[in-house]
């Protein structure tokens, strides 16, 4: 399987690998069309972490016992696995977090000390609330004034508005690489440049593109880069947050306690090294082992390779959706876009349209997708999202079609 492209064979075999895909939902094949939210697992994500607490299970870093060591050593590969995966120079750049939400939290909290009155932060308007909460409450605490790059019609964010944004007061710039709403991928490299020639931070919100494309932290020239280990094939309770080794190494912890010290008297203490330092307390072990497996798994298959495909199904179901009628796509055209797919039928909410699929079996999304002040933007109160992955056919999308056809039909719209 490893460099060939994913042709409709190699799909039926990654689907066996997919337990889940064995169910029926509503006495119908399940057609999991709701991977932004999250992936499915494969048996070998499952088999690692159950082997993990069957023949290793035990605490890292304490022990010097047999089975303390093999933790430690399973966990620290996971490390290295993230590390090599995108490109960072060495596990001290990889801690890792409950998810990408607990990522920017930490980010956002340990940055704090950089600001006061008079600096700004840099967001763009097509956020998820991961990325935009936690820089309001940054601000708010320390009377920093947030920002926004705005986005044209296009569903793109607007060039000059990236250069006006971001100024010589801007002390961090934290944008969304692929949104969870409009599909858009955002030219993260060049706002990191903009963010870099103003003396700013410059931080990614890559939830939404590491499962989906290569992604290399060097060549994007980030200095931090966060992402949620459940949206690519791992199990939740595992984030990652990527920082460049000296960045990481001057910030303050976010949490304290065990694991994350050097040394502590009854008056004071020194940190770990890196990246023990923010990994305070016990950690998610048998989840490391899980991402490290669904990182080999992904590497197997190729990123370029699940790129590309999830490419051809969001251009298929482009074409299909805007020609069915009375539907109304946001965002940029499949050629710009990852691969998921936002939309309204005219006359029908969401919500309604989320419930008649999932009796065909088909599960999507409808919502705001925490992304309300986007929603905002866009004049609505929420959308119906298919968001596809590398497990996904072309006869779902087909079913999809048909059953939006049902849909509209009970509307009558
Ligand atoms: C772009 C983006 N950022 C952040 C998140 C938050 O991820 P998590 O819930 O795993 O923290 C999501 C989840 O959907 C997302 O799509």
């Given at each position: 399987m490893m460099e060939a492209q994913l042709n409709g064979l190699e799909v039926d075999k990654i689907r066996s690998d997919?337990?889940?895909?064995g169910r029926l939902i509503n006495g119908k094949p399940l057609a999991y069309l709701d991977n932004s939210a999250t992936s499915q697992k494969p048996a070998q994500v499952i088999e690692a972490m159950s082997s993990y607490y069957r023949e290793h299970n035990s605490n890292v870093h304490?022990?010097?016992?047999r089975l303390s060591i093999e933790a430690t050593l399973a966990y620290e590969e996971a490390h290295k696995k993230t590390a090599h995966f995108i490109n960072?120079?060495?596990?001290?750049e990889i801690v890792f977090t409950k998810n990408t939400t607990e990522s920017i939290n930490l980010l956002a909290y340990s940055l704090m000390?950089?600001?006061?009155?008079g600096d700004e932060i840099v967001v763009t308007q097509m956020e998820h609330h991961s990325n935009l909460v936690p820089w309001q409450q940054a601000a708010r605490k320390t009377g920093a004034r947030l920002k926004f790059i705005e986005i044209g019609s296009n569903g793109e964010l607007k060039r000059e508005g990236i250069e006006s944004a971001?100024?010589?007061?801007?002390?961090i710039v934290s944008a969304i690489h692929?949104?969870?709403?409009?599909g858009t991928v955002n030219d993260v490299r060049h706002i990191g440049q903009i963010a870099h020639e103003n003396g700013a931070l410059f931080a990614i919100d890559a939830a939404q593109s590491v499962p989906h494309m290569p992604v290399d932290v060097g060549k994007l020239g980030c200095d931090f880069l966060a992402f949620s280990g459940h949206k690519m094939l791992g199990p939740t309770g595992i984030g990652v947050l990527f920082g460049k080794k000296d960045t990481l190494g001057s910030m303050e912890p976010f949490l304290y306690g065990g694991?994350?010290?050097?040394e502590v008297s009854f008056e004071e203490s020194r940190w770990n090294d890196l990246p023990w330092k923010f990994e305070?307390?016990?950690?998610?072990i048998a989840e490391a082992v899980g991402l490290g497996a669904a990182i080999d798994y992904l590497r197997g298959i190729g990123m370029d390779n699940i790129e590309s495909y999830g490419k051809s199904l969001v251009r298929y179901a482009y074409e299909k959706l805007s020609s069915a009628g009375n539907i109304e796509i946001y965002g940029p055209p499949p050629e710009k876009r990852s691969s998921l797919i936002s939309f309204n039928i005219k006359g029908m909410h969401a919500h309604d349209l989320a419930e008649l699929l999932n009796a065909e079996g088909i599960a999507i999304r409808g919502g705001h997708h925490c992304s309300m002040p986007l929603m905002h933007l866009l004049g609505i109160t929420g959308s119906a999202r298919a968001s596809f992955y590398l497990y996904n056919t072309r006869e779902e999308i087909d079913r999809l079609c048909e059953a939006i056809g049902k849909a509209k039909a009970v509307f009558k719209v």
């Open positions: 997919f337990p889940i895909f304490r022990g010097v016992h960072a120079s060495s596990m001290e000390g950089l600001l006061k009155k971001i100024t010589k007061n801007t002390k692929v949104s969870n709403v409009l694991d994350m010290i050097r305070a307390g016990t950690p998610n």
